[in-house]
């Protein structure tokens, strides 16, 4: 079965510091992943996706993710956080039935 | 095109009240999905509809029900609302949940509270 864990549920760094969220997977066959990201009073937007093409994917807003069969990771970065990165971000991974099994979230602050 | 909308965005109900939370979307997608999020436990799936005609229970499906009324409408009933169902419910949709890394759209979510 698939699984998902998000290593720290906040995160916190200073404007234009780099951003490091954590994501390590659980999987029996290849997988598909996904970062998402919500940000306050509103619903889940795609920030990037993982599907066997690339190992390294940019996403939106400057953000990108590595995918490390090795390490079952797909840790999300972005070189200098802004203001506007202040958000929940939930990794995801697709079961063989093709339903998403998310993370429990990381809430990132981004302070001045 | 509006993507996923979902009505209505904020409800109170009183324990033992039904309800149903409405969500539709325009792209043509073949799969829809309910979610409730809760603090700490990401987002949990209660049922989804792979196509139209066709609904299957999540990981926490009991004390919902579910009706896919076309394609591009998916509704969630709560027939008698208790407090563990205070949450935050998020529809989503996709065009097909069974193929490849299909990519799933959120509505902007319906804030319930039971008291």
């Given at each position: 079965?698939?699984?998902?864990?998000?290593?720290?549920?906040h995160?916190?760094?200073?404007?234009?510091?780099?951003?490091?969220?954590?994501?390590?997977?659980?999987?029996?066959?290849?997988?598909?992943?996904?970062?998402?990201?919500?940000?306050p009073?509103?619903?889940?937007?795609?920030?990037?996706?993982?599907?066997?093409?690339?190992?390294?994917?940019?996403?939106?807003?400057?953000?990108?993710?590595?995918?490390?069969?090795?390490?079952?990771?797909?840790?999300?970065?972005?070189?200098?956080?802004?203001?506007?990165?202040?958000?929940?971000?939930?990794?995801?991974?697709?079961?063989?039935t093709?339903?998403?099994?998310?993370?429990?979230?990381?809430?990132?602050?981004?302070?001045? | 095109?509006?993507?996923?909308?979902?009505?209505?965005?904020?409800?109170?109900?009183?324990?033992?009240?039904?309800?149903t939370?409405?969500?539709?979307?325009?792209?043509?997608?073949?799969?829809?999905?309910?979610?409730?999020?809760?603090?700490?436990?990401?987002?949990?799936?209660?049922?989804?509809?792979?196509?139209?005609?066709?609904?299957?229970?999540?990981?926490?499906p009991?004390?919902?029900?579910v009706?896919?009324?076309?394609?591009?409408?998916?509704?969630?009933r709560?027939?008698?609302?208790?407090?563990?169902?205070?949450?935050?419910?998020?529809?989503?949709?996709?065009v097909?949940?069974?193929r490849?890394?299909?990519?799933?759209?959120?509505?902007p979510?319906?804030?319930?509270?039971?008291?």
């Amino acid at each position: 079965a698939q699984s998902v864990t998000q290593l720290g549920s906040h995160v916190s760094v200073s404007e234009g510091a780099l951003v490091l969220l954590r994501c390590n997977y659980s999987s029996s066959v290849p997988p598909y992943l996904f970062w998402y990201v919500q940000y306050p009073n509103q619903g889940l937007q795609l920030l990037l996706k993982y599907t066997s093409a690339a190992t390294l994917v940019k996403g939106i807003n400057g953000f990108e993710a590595e995918f490390k069969k090795s390490e079952t990771s797909f840790h999300l970065t972005k070189p200098s956080a802004h203001m506007s990165d202040a958000a929940e971000y939930f990794c995801a991974v697709r079961s063989n039935t093709g339903k998403l099994i998310f993370g429990q979230g990381t809430t990132l602050q981004v302070k001045p | 095109n509006a993507g996923v909308t979902q009505t209505p965005k904020f409800q109170v109900l009183k324990t033992g009240q039904s309800m149903t939370l409405q969500c539709a979307q325009d792209m043509n997608h073949n799969s829809m999905y309910w979610y409730r999020q809760d603090p700490g436990m990401g987002l949990r799936l209660i049922y989804y509809s792979a196509s139209e005609g066709t609904t299957d229970k999540g990981e926490v499906p009991n004390g919902y029900n579910v009706s896919r009324l076309n394609k591009r409408e998916f509704s969630l009933r709560l027939e008698s609302a208790a407090p563990s169902q205070t949450s935050v419910y998020f529809c989503a949709s996709s065009v097909s949940g069974t193929r490849g890394p299909d990519t799933q759209y959120f509505g902007p979510g319906t804030r319930l509270t039971v008291l």
